[in-house]
């Protein structure tokens, strides 16, 4: 008896969660994951090279407050998923902001298209807390602090991508991956850190740890 062959079903096409009625704006809320990349990747080299060629610091203490800049982005990450994006909201308008910020994400988080920032988020963002740490760090030194802050933002970008999209065989990417998708599945909340659970040790908010 000859078996049947049963042809392959195409993979069914993801449809997103649409957030907005106006056509616009719903394009707007998607991003292709290399975007990031190529919009934050420019402004960090620009501030570097500012820092270099403008002002003429030395690579030294340019190479230090950078490094702080990525340090300051992994407290500033975990600050706003835990109070931001988990805000807990009483009220109509504040829980569709909640949700178009990050509760979208939790509802369906494997959309590749709305796993990193969109620009239309990130720019407000980005530009409060320019000015956020104008009132601390002076000219020039906020100019590497600014690069080394977006670098951190991007390693999280990408960090996030790739937990709920690659299989990350590397121990330190592995354990991050598990760690983040216990943030989703796990139903113990806590776990807001994504590039580095430190924070989340520091103040406490690991189940895991508890």
């Known amino acids: 008896m000859t078996p049947t062959l049963i042809p392959m079903q195409p993979d069914k096409p993801h449809e997103s969660i649409r957030l907005f009625e106006n056509d616009l704006l719903e394009r707007l809320s998607h991003v292709h994951p290399i975007t990031p ?11 570097l090279w500012r820092s270099f060629s403008l ?13 702080a800049g990525v340090f300051i982005w992994t407290l500033s990450e975990y600050c706003l998923h835990r109070f931001l ?11 569709w902001l909640v949700f178009l910020f990050h509760g979208n994400h939790h509802e369906d988080p494997k959309d590749k298209t709305r796993l990193v920032m ?17 009132l601390f760090i002076p000219q020039p030194w906020i100019q590497p602090f600014c690069a080394g802050f977006i670098v951190g933002y991007l390693i999280y970008d990408y960090i996030h991508y790739s937990t709920h999209h690659f299989p ?9 991956k598990h760690y983040h998708l216990k943030h989703h599945h796990s139903g ?4 807001y850190g994504v590039s580095s659970p430190l924070w989340d040790w ?8 508890g």
Do not use: C, Q
């Not at 990349?37 to 501030?47: F, R």
């Not at 969109?118 to 104008?134: R, S, W």
């Not at 520091?202 to 740890?209: A, L, N, Q, T, Y």
């Open 188 to 191: 113990e909340g806590g776990r």
């Open 55 to 67: 002002y003429e610091l030395s690579a030294l203490p340019v190479l230090l407050i950078a490094l």
């Open 168 to 176: 990350m065989r590397n121990p330190v990417a592995r354990f991050l």
């Open 85 to 95: 994006f988990h805000f807990p909201a009483n009220n109509k308008v504040s829980r």
């Open 202 to 209: 520091v103040f406490r908010s690991d189940p895991g740890k």
């Open 37 to 47: 990349l190529l919009m934050w990747g420019p402004i960090s080299a620009w501030l």
């Open 118 to 134: 969109p620009p239309t988020g990130a720019i407000p963002i980005m530009a409060l807390l320019y000015l956020l740490f104008g």
